[in-house]
């Protein structure tokens, strides 16, 4: 089966527009879900960070709310506890795409820190929209996409459809109004076919090789609909 890279943050928090900083990292459900489906449906995942630190999980994320209940937060705990994909990942900066049939981004916060505006994972999403390999991302994790510029300078997801973690959500979040910036005005501003949903509603946009996903809620179709592109 086919081996494919998770794109992770390496930071542990967020920083807020007065300076603070916000305790963050990924959402559990958008790397377990994914995970979980993409392992049992007998795939290799290989995680790389920006220098290879083993990712933060956003303790909130934890949360029984934010799983539906207790069991599945434990769930999702043992998960994230027990990855050896997780608890060893690769230099971001080593990565050879050739290796890789497919990339996933996983969100919460986090990428909004980092991989926002990191050149490394910035080549690399170059190097895969002309591949013609399949890229998935989830949440806040498009955040990632504003790394990727042309020669010229532009964005190389300009004209592409595609959705993200929305104003409306990150408002009913709490963060809206303590952000340096918004994902969805971004995603906006660079060009991209911003496509919304209801707030928290299940939401996967597809556009060419480019899979992504509104919210938590939407990483378990933007994973099945990796899998259908691998096959």
């Known amino acids: 089966m086919s081996?494919?890279?998770?794109?992770?943050t390496g930071v542990d928090h967020w920083t807020l527009a007065d300076g603070t900083k916000h305790p963050t990292g990924f959402w559990a459900e958008e790397f377990v879900v994914p995970f979980e489906k993409l392992k049992g449906a007998g795939h290799e995942i290989v995680v790389a960070t920006p220098g290879g630190v083993v990712?933060?999980?956003d303790k909130g994320s934890l949360?029984?709310?934010a799983n539906g209940g207790q069991e599945?937060?434990?769930h999702r705990a043992r998960v994230i506890g027990t990855s050896a994909e997780l608890n060893n990942p690769v230099d971001l900066a080593k990565v050879d795409l050739a290796d890789y049939a497919a990339v996933f981004y996983p969100g919460g916060h986090g990428p909004m820190e980092d991989l926002a505006v990191d050149a490394d994972s910035g080549r690399l999403l170059a190097t895969i929209l002309t591949s013609g390999k399949p890229l998935a991302v989830v949440c806040h994790a498009p955040a990632a996409l504003l790394a990727a510029k042309g020669e010229?300078?532009?964005?190389?997801f300009a004209g592409y459809a595609l959705t993200g973690f929305t104003n409306a959500e990150?408002?009913?979040a709490g963060f809206a109004d303590k952000a340096r910036w918004l994902l969805q005005d971004r995603l906006v501003e660079i060009g991209a076919?911003?496509?919304e949903a209801d707030p928290w509603a299940p939401n996967v946009v597809v556009d060419r090789t480019l899979i992504t996903g509104q919210n938590p809620a939407s990483s378990a179709g933007v994973a099945d609909e990796l899998l259908k592109t691998l096959g």
Do not use: H, W, Y
């Open 152 to 156: 010229d300078g532009a964005n190389l």
């Open 63 to 65: 949360a029984p709310e």
């Open 72 to 74: 599945t937060a434990d």
């Open 3 to 8: 081996k494919i890279l998770f794109v992770m």
């Open 193 to 195: 076919d911003f496509r």
């Open 55 to 57: 990712p933060s999980v």
């Open 170 to 172: 990150e408002t009913q």
